[in-house]
């Protein structure tokens, strides 16, 4: 986004030196003070805001029987109520013309057992963003969402080691600038909703509609996760 001009504000729990056209603002998605505040400091510091990217997230796998609250309140507070508090906060200085992007993942349509919180989070902001993009249309304000399935960053070294799903290796996780591609594409070509592959997007959707397929589907998806993960970890081991 840097390289097509755009002036970036990142908001972080951490302070930042600001670098070429890149402002960091601290904020800690689960504090609603801290969002507002936030906020208001975006709005201070300009006048417009063109392009608000929710990619902010957390997954913690934990079975439902033994769920601890606090992790049940970050992964609502990060995944759900905060794109929600922030694009409440920011939407009054978003111009005509203007994108909302939300980086979701296929847990949005695909339900993970295990991560049943983050499923349901995310499942949540897809709703969210699926109601605000009918709300803007007359503001032509544009709404897209991104699912992605499994992207090599921090969160998923952190939730494997956490009992994360098998599910994440059907195909090689890919690489976070892959992510960061579908963001332009959604503000340059006004793109709804971008699924890894036309085959993800029309497997999940199937399998959103028939609990049959869904159910009928998961042993081998399970085969193909696990032959995919053994995969991904000789690479990690054969890699310089
Ligand atoms: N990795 C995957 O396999 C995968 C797959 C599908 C979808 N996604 C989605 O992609 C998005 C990005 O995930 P990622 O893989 O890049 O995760 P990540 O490597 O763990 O990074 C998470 C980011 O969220 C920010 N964050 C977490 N808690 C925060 C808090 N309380 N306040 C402020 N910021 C907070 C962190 O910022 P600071 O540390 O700077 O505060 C960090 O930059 C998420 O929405 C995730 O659900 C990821």
């Known amino acids: 986004m840097r390289a097509r001009g755009y002036a970036i504000i990142i908001l972080s729990r951490q302070a930042r030196p600001d670098s070429s056209g890149i402002t960091t603002v601290v904020c800690d998605l689960t504090n ?3 969002i507002k505040q936030a906020a208001a ?19 913690t796998p934990q079975p439902v029987g033994r769920l601890d609250s606090a992790t049940i ?33 296929m847990a949005a349509a695909f339900p993970l057992a295990g991560s049943s919180v983050y499923t349901a989070a995310k499942f949540g902001l897809r709703g969210f963003a699926r109601a605000l993009e009918q709300e803007l249309r007359p503001r032509r304000i544009q709404v897209s969402s991104i ?3 499994s992207v090599n960053t921090p969160m998923l070294s ?10 994440n290796f059907i195909d090689p996780p890919q690489e ?17 909703e971008i699924f890894s592959s036309v ?24 085969l193909l996760g696990r032959r995919g993960h053994r995969r991904y970890l000789r690479g990690l081991t054969t890699r310089p």
């Open 147 to 149: 699912y992605p399935a």
């Open 158 to 167: 952190q939730e494997m080691a956490a009992g994360g799903s098998i599910y």
């Open 32 to 34: 609603n003070e801290s």
């Open 73 to 105: 309140a970050s992964q609502i507070a990060v995944d759900l109520t905060a794109p929600i508090e922030l694009t409440n906060a920011l939407l009054p200085i978003m111009p005509r013309g203007g994108h909302i992007v939300f980086v979701n993942s």
């Open 176 to 192: 976070p600038d892959v992510t960061a591609q579908r963001i332009l594409e959604c503000c340059e070509r006004g793109s709804r």
């Open 199 to 222: 085959f993800d997007k029309l497997f999940t959707h199937a399998c959103l509609t028939s609990m049959r397929l869904l159910n009928l589907s998961l042993p081998i998806m399970k």
């Open 41 to 59: 400091t975006i709005a201070a510091r300009t006048a417009k805001v063109d392009v608000l990217v929710h990619c902010a997230g957390v997954i």
